[in-house]
T-cell receptor, first 111, second 118 residues
Framework: GQQVMQIPQYQHVQEGEDFTTYCNSS?????IQWYKQRPGGHPVFLIQ?????EVKKQKRLTFQFGEAKKNSSLHITATQTTDVGTYFC???????????FGTGTLLAVQP | EAQVTQNPRYLITVTGKKLTVTCSQN?????MSWYRQDPGLGLRQIYY???????DKGDVPEGYKVSRKEKRNFPLILESPSPNQTSLYFC?????????????????FGQGTRLTVV
């Protein structure tokens, strides 16, 4: 079945360093979403990308959708302690109505 | 306030004792789903529902049942829980189906239910 993998699984950075997580799907996605889950919390929607090669920014966060619509990335510039959490990508499951989440990247930020 | 409400938040039960986790949304969303979250495995979809009386299996449906008799409610039923169903469960809803793209497809999650089966 369709798989969505994320790397790295875990990353620890010093505050102020940049951070990137990569999302790779085994199949082409019509769109991709990104979510953030704070420790002890629930996933919260961040953004959706629809077009091939699309790039969107939210303050220090930059989201990119690959040209082939099989991969995506989230880049955080100058991390802050408030960025701590697990970041998930998610995409629709092909011909089904499933929403398939990636394995997630846990970001730890040391002050 | 727009929200997805799950109950209970925490539950410890014994193997084989039937339980139900409730989920209710007040946003008139058509699409609802259940996920389980386990370390290293991310969020895996258990079941989803596209509307009242329309449900379908996600990627890990074994050992679970659901029903959608009303648009706002989507309970998760474990008929005979086993220890491998110990997990963190999330209910989620969205206005439109995930594959349609565009507005309305973002998922709103409940606070989560931490289930332990001993």
């Amino acid at each position: 079945g369709q798989q969505v993998m994320q790397i790295p699984q875990y990353q620890h950075v010093q505050e102020g360093e940049d951070f990137t997580t990569y999302c790779n799907s085994s199949t082409t996605l019509s769109n991709i979403q990104w979510y953030k889950q704070r420790p002890g919390g629930h996933p919260v929607f961040l953004i959706q990308l629809v077009k091939s090669g699309e790039v969107k920014k939210q303050k220090r966060l930059t989201f990119q959708f690959g040209e082939a619509k099989k991969n995506s990335s989230l880049h955080i510039t100058a991390t802050q302690t408030t960025d701590v959490g697990t970041y998930f990508c998610a995409g629709p499951g092909g011909a089904t109505n499933k929403l398939i989440f990636g394995t997630g990247t846990l970001l730890a930020v040391q002050p | 306030e727009a929200q997805v409400t799950q109950n209970p938040r925490y539950l410890i039960t014994v193997t084989g004792k039937k339980l139900t986790v409730t989920c209710s949304q007040n946003m008139n969303h058509e699409y609802m789903s259940w996920y389980r979250q386990d370390p290293g495995l991310g969020l895996r979809q258990i079941y989803y529902s596209m509307n009242v009386e329309v449900t379908d299996k996600g990627d890990v449906p074994e050992g679970y049942k659901v029903s959608r008799k009303e648009k706002r409610n989507f309970p998760l039923i474990l008929e005979s829980p086993s220890p491998n169903q110990t997990s963190l469960y999330f209910c989620a809803s969205s206005s439109r189906l995930p594959g349609t793209g565009g507005w309305g497809t973002e998922a709103f999650f409940g606070q989560g239910t931490r289930l332990t089966v001993v």
